[in-house]
């Protein structure tokens, strides 16, 4: 069974600091998601990593995919507290197409 | 505006009543998705249609029921209501249920029900 941990699943920040969300999964998949959720609203798709040591990087986030350990990061630059937010990162399980979610990121950004 | 529709935004009903929850996807996404949020439960997966028929089964209570129509709008039925459903419902869209590439899902605003 295909399972999905998130670490940290609350964060508490200061705007200007640099902070690293986990994402760990625990089957070979090489389909990543990172999704974004604003507090009340809907889920919206951030990166989709689709291989090995994929890389990819919008504003102050970069996300990054080693399917080797099973591991995909996101990583936050000098945080604004625009950024405050959960995050999820999902991954798929097989041909099925299913996604499998983690448990969520809290991310509190304080000014 | 993602796409996907969702109705109504709200709604507020009494323990066991029974809902309807519906969804129009994102133009030309065959796949549809339910998807319930819960404060202490995270983001479940209820059940997922392609093209009319049902293709996956999460954790969907025997209370509630979904079906996608020809036109691919889905609705998610719910019966009996407890206070523990009260939840955010989440409808997603995409476009491919299988094979190589991505499968990235477009939500839409939800509804946001209320058990009292």
């Known amino acids: 069974e295909l399972k999905v941990e998130q670490n940290p699943l609350f964060l508490s920040m200061q705007e200007g600091k640099n902070y690293t969300i986990y994402c760990n999964y625990s089957?070979?998949?090489?389909?990543l998601y990172w999704y974004r959720q604003d507090p009340g609203k809907s889920l919206e798709s951030l990166f989709v990593l689709l291989s090995n040591g994929a890389v990819k990087q919008e504003g102050r986030l970069m996300a990054s995919l080693d399917t080797k350990a099973r591991l995909s990061t996101l990583h936050i630059t000098a945080a604004v507290h625009d950024l405050s937010a959960t995050y999820f990162c999902?991954?798929?399980?097989?041909?099925?197409?299913?996604?499998?979610w983690g448990a969520g990121t809290k991310l509190i950004i304080k000014p | 505006d993602s796409g996907v529709t969702q109705t109504p935004k709200h709604l507020i009903t009494a323990t066991g009543q029974r809902v309807t929850l519906r969804c129009s996807p994102r133009s030309g996404d065959l796949s549809v998705y339910w998807y319930q949020q819960s404060l202490d439960q995270g983001l479940q997966f209820l059940i997922q249609y392609y093209n009319g028929e049902e293709r996956a089964k999460g954790n969907i209570l025997e209370r509630f029921s979904a079906q996608q129509f020809p036109d691919l709008h889905s609705e998610l039925n719910l019966s009996s209501l407890e206070l523990g459903d009260s939840a955010l419902y989440f409808c997603a869209s995409s476009v491919r249920t299988g094979g190589s590439g991505a499968n990235v899902l477009t939500f839409g605003a939800g509804s946001r029900l209320t058990v009292l």
């Open positions: 089957t070979t998949s090489d389909r």
């Open positions: 999902a991954v798929t399980m097989d041909s099925n197409y299913q996604l499998i």
